[in-house]
């Protein structure tokens, strides 16, 4: 299988390439950045492209690769529910091609929020805090929005109780009712925990990635699976068994 990784100058972006390269089944033919256009694929018969690049761009490399059939692996972050919108009715025009946006590529961040939305409905209330080194763009993180969907799912409507009154910018920023607080630091790699309670007992469940290799498993899984997978899809565990 023939791959494409755009942002392979980043800091993702090269560890990607690495694990490609080292792989015995995926060819990695093409690396672009920031001084590349991404017209330079057209004369190259690329089976998939990634895409590690910024928030800035991304939109237009899938489009790019939904003009020209070409599946794609998104792993840049920064995504709204607009855009992601907006995204998956594109796709419905090419619905051959395959369209995966990865929030987060770890297996144990997936499981974390499945294990996450098991838990919800049994606690009255629920906050969300992420950790990340200090060059991360966005915040919450995407990682974090999900989770918080995903929990919001089997919630039921359920709202935090809170007596807060006044400016509430302190309580952290609402997803899907969720507050979600973000911490920036040097030393950090990325951490999230998610804390549930009810009267008289807390449950805390956390995941902590210490080392971009804890991704490359379910990066190299997520372009081996999207060509099987047509259509548009949000989340690794849309089309792996988690």
């Known amino acids: 299988m023939k791959v494409a990784v755009l942002g392979a100058q980043g800091r993702m972006g090269s560890v990607v390439c690495k694990a490609i390269e080292a792989s015995d ?13 991404i017209s330079e694929l057209s004369d190259l018969q ?10 800035d761009v ?14 794609i ?6 995504f709204t529910s607009e855009k992601l919108h907006s995204i998956e009715i594109e796709a419905q025009r090419k619905p051959e091609v395959g369209v995966l ?7 144990g961040a997936i499981l974390l929020a499945k294990l996450a939305k098991k838990a919800a409905p049994y606690f009255e209330s629920v906050e969300i ?48 009712g969720i507050p979600i607080h973000s911490i920036r630091l040097p030393g950090l790699f990325a951490h999230e925990e998610i804390i549930f309670g009810n009267a008289g007992e807390i449950l805390t469940l956390r995941h902590d990635s210490t080392d971009r290799l804890a991704y490359m498993p379910g990066v190299l899984s997520a372009i081996r699976e999207i060509p099987h997978h047509p259509g548009f899809h949000v989340g690794l565990d849309s089309i ?3």
Do not use: C, W
């Not at 991304?58 to 599946?71: D, F, G, K, P």
């Open 129 to 176: 805090i992420e950790l990340h080194h200090e060059r991360k763009l966005d915040a919450p993180s995407q990682t974090a929005r999900f989770t918080a969907e995903e929990i919001a799912t089997s919630r039921e409507g359920k709202v935090n109780p809170d007596a807060t009154r006044g400016s509430k910018e302190a309580r952290g920023l609402e997803v899907a």
């Open 240 to 242: 792996l068994d988690l």
């Open 101 to 107: 946006i990865v929030p987060n590529f770890s297996l």
């Open 73 to 78: 692996v998104v792993g840049t972050s920064g």
């Open 46 to 55: 690329v089976d998939v492209i990634v895409d590690f690049t910024t928030p």
């Open 25 to 37: 089944d995926l060819e990695l033919i093409a690396q672009l950045d920031v001084h590349n256009n």
């Open 58 to 71: 991304v939109m237009e490399h899938i489009s790019y690769a939904l003009q020209t059939s070409t599946h």
